[in-house]
Each structure stands twice: as structure tokens, then as C-alpha cells.
T-cell receptor, first 114, second 116 residues
Framework: GAVVSQHPSWVICKSGTSVKIECRSL??????MFWYRQFPKQSLMLMAT?????????EQGVEKDKFLINHASLTLSTLTVTSAHPEDSSFYIC??????????FGPGTRLTVL | GENVEQHPSTLSVQEGDSAVIKCTYS??????FPWYKQELGKRPQLIID?????GEKKDQRIAVTLNKTAKHFSLHITETQPEDSAVYFC???????????????FGKGTKLSVIP
């Protein structure tokens, strides 16, 4: 099956700092990648769609200036949480599709903001 | 937009029994319905999916059924084992996005516990 990696797997940072999370498709190319946020014991909530060569599309209620997305190549998308605060602490997961629908997920990044 | 309802939120079964999880969706244009299994702290793993031109799909102990008229689909796990214990999410494809990939809307999840 398709492999999607994420780095780092966990990060602890101080309030006010920025954190970058990388999502890579290891054995296939992805012109689109998706970023989700998952709170404990809750479902996956789509934050934004990352598009290679163009701007990301953000879901309603997601601040694009706070969650910066860059789809640098056909195998790499990054999510930067700027000026992080404790309420940004969560599990962030990316996914990349094969074809038009089947999505494969990265292992996730647990962000803790102190 | 699409809305996916999933029931039950928790399910406990004895080892060897069957488990059924049901989902309904609202957008009749949805045409792809995957199921994911997520163990604590890990990534969601695709376990089975079905497309709208098929009514049923089976893979060993796992099967999915789809009723497009009623807009509901179900996951069936037979001969459950302790390692089936996890949270299961259903999803429905929602809309065209970006370079041709469909976004998924997820149900709230079902925590399945298989009791040895």
C-alpha cells in the first residue's frame, strides 16, 4: 500500500513559537494532500486541502494566517502552526490520495503547546 | 455540505460474535465510502471501501454494504477477535477539490471493544 510519512511524530513547544510539520508521500506523487486535526476521542476534522503549485483551500473557521500550508513538491506538504497557543495542542494528521478518492494517512504529529 | 452520522458510538461484543456499525450520509452526490480503523495514538488505516456502483463488498471477515436509495452504509465484522478492538470511522466523499481529489467527511467514530 501507499506510504505517507510525517515529521515530527511529536513536538512540545512554548506558547508564541511556530512549529512546522512535514507530510511526505514516499512511493507516489500527490498533487493534493489533506490536513486534519483530531482532538482526543473525537473524529478527524478537515482543516485544509493542500494543492501543489497553488494556494491551499481552508475549511470554514480555520485561520489561514495561523495555519500556513505550503505544497512545495509532488511529495511534500508542510503545515506551520504560527504563534502557537495551548488551545492549538492537538493531533495533526495529513493524508494523500491515490487516484481521486482513496486516501492514505500519515502517522500523525502530536503537538503540545505549553 | 455533507453530513455523516455514525452509530453506535461504542460497541462491546464477545470474541467470536459479529459487530455491525452503521452510517448515514446526506449528500446524494457522494459516491465513495471508506472505512478506517484507528488504534490509540496511531494513524487511521483503510480497511475496506465501497463505491456507489456496488451494493456489497467483502474482504475475509470484513464486509460493507451500501444502500444508495436510503443513503446508508454499514460495516460488518464477523468472528471478532481482540485485535479488532479499535475506533472505526466511516466516511463519505464530499466534493471535488484541487486537482481532482475528493474530500472526505468522517463520522464521529465507533469504539469497538472485543471481550475475550
Amino acid at each position: 500500500g501507499a506510504v505517507v510519512s510525517q515529521h515530527p511524530s511529536w513536538v512540545i513547544c512554548k506558547s508564541g513559537t511556530s512549529v512546522k510539520i512535514e507530510c511526505r508521500s514516499l512511493d507516489f506523487q500527490a498533487t493534493t494532500m489533506f490536513w486534519y486535526r483530531q482532538f482526543p476521542k473525537q473524529s478527524l476534522m478537515l482543516m485544509a486541502t493542500s494543492n501543489e503549485g497553488s494556494k491551499a483551500t481552508y475549511e470554514q473557521g480555520v485561520e489561514k494566517d495561523k495555519f500556513l500550508i505550503n505544497h512545495a513538491s509532488l511529495t511534500l506538504s508542510t503545515l506551520t502552526v504560527t504563534s502557537a497557543h495551548p488551545e492549538d495542542s492537538s493531533f495533526y494528521i495529513c493524508s494523500a490520495p491515490i487516484g481521486t478518492d482513496t486516501q492514505y494517512f500519515g502517522p500523525g504529529t502530536r503537538l503540545t503547546v505549553l | 455540505g455533507e453530513n455523516v452520522e455514525q452509530h453506535p458510538s461504542t460497541l462491546s461484543v464477545q470474541e467470536g460474535d459479529s459487530a455491525v456499525i452503521k452510517c448515514t450520509y446526506s449528500d446524494s452526490a457522494s459516491n465513495y465510502f471508506p472505512w478506517y480503523k484507528q488504534e490509540l495514538g496511531k494513524r487511521p488505516q483503510l480497511i475496506i471501501d465501497i463505491r456507489s456502483n456496488v451494493g456489497e463488498k467483502k474482504d475475509q471477515r470484513i464486509a460493507v454494504t451500501l444502500n444508495k436509495t436510503a443513503k446508508h452504509f454499514s460495516l460488518h465484522i464477523t468472528e471478532t477477535q481482540p485485535e479488532d478492538s479499535a475506533v472505526y470511522f466511516c466516511a463519505a466523499s464530499m466534493k471535488y477539490s484541487g486537482a481532482g481529489s475528493y474530500q472526505l467527511t468522517f463520522g464521529k467514530g465507533t469504539k469497538l471493544s472485543v471481550i475475550p
